[in-house]
């Protein structure tokens, strides 16, 4: 089993409409977790980070956590074409040493 | 000015040639990072420092060695490079463990 493990889709969606991210890790002492956001050929950057049990709201990104079920998602509400993108979740390992990071979901957005 | 920064952006060579990758930071963080990214297989780790005198291998290191020649700047050289290290390499940086990473433009490789 991977540490973090992501559905690499591709997920389409149209504009306007709510995208949902999922991901899995299998450590359950994981504290921390985030989620990057990937354009083709650039480099990650961070979208969002959630470190305790529920949502986290961020302008039109929300992040929910339940650490019972070892499962972090990514909400993006009204989507635009300029999400379209690779998102990746990333949980630091339970050592400190490393993120495990996911494939990757790639998300289009169309208009 | 980018806090991350990797040098060169693109680069082509030959098999059997050794060549750098150079990264520099002005973050200040001590941790440091090199990972590799290809279609379908995500990012997977190379080498991480946590400081100029801690060097530690990753999944992948075979075939790579890496040089912390100053808190701000982590090389990463291919000894003999091979068709098989053509990727999307990237340095990181954090400050640490359980905080985000910071990641560099990348540098394209093709290894012919």
């Known amino acids: 089993q991977k540490e973090v493990e992501q559905n690499s889709g591709p997920l389409s969606v149209p504009e306007g409409a709510i995208a949902s991210l999922n991901c899995t890790y299998s450590?359950?002492?994981?504290?921390?977790f985030f989620w990057y956001r990937q354009y083709s050929g650039k480099s990650p950057e961070l979208i969002m980070s959630i470190y305790s049990n529920g949502d986290k709201e961020d302008g039109r990104f929300t992040a929910q956590l339940n650490k019972a079920s070892q499962y972090v998602s990514l909400l993006i509400r009204d989507s635009q074409p300029s999400d379209s993108a690779t998102y990746l979740c990333a949980v630091p390992s339970n050592t400190g040493n490393q993120f495990y990071f996911g494939t990757g979901t790639s998300l289009t957005v169309i208009p | 000015d980018a806090d991350v920064t990797q040098t060169p952006r693109n680069r082509i060579t030959k098999t059997g040639k050794r060549i750098m990758l150079e990264c520099s930071q002005t973050?200040?963080?001590?941790?440091m990072y090199w990972y590799r990214q290809d279609p379908g297989l995500g990012l997977r780790l190379i080498y991480y420092?946590?400081?100029?005198?801690?060097?530690n291998k990753g999944e992948i290191s075979d075939g790579y060695s890496v040089s912390r020649q100053a808190q701000a700047k982590f090389s990463l050289s291919l000894e003999s490079a091979i068709p098989n290290q053509t990727a999307l390499y990237f340095c990181a940086t954090s400050v640490n463990p359980w905080e985000t990473q910071y990641f560099g433009p990348g540098t394209r490789l093709l290894v012919l």
């Open positions: 973050k200040g963080h001590d941790r």
């Open positions: 450590d359950r002492v994981s504290q921390s």
């Open positions: 420092s946590f400081d100029v005198k801690d060097i």
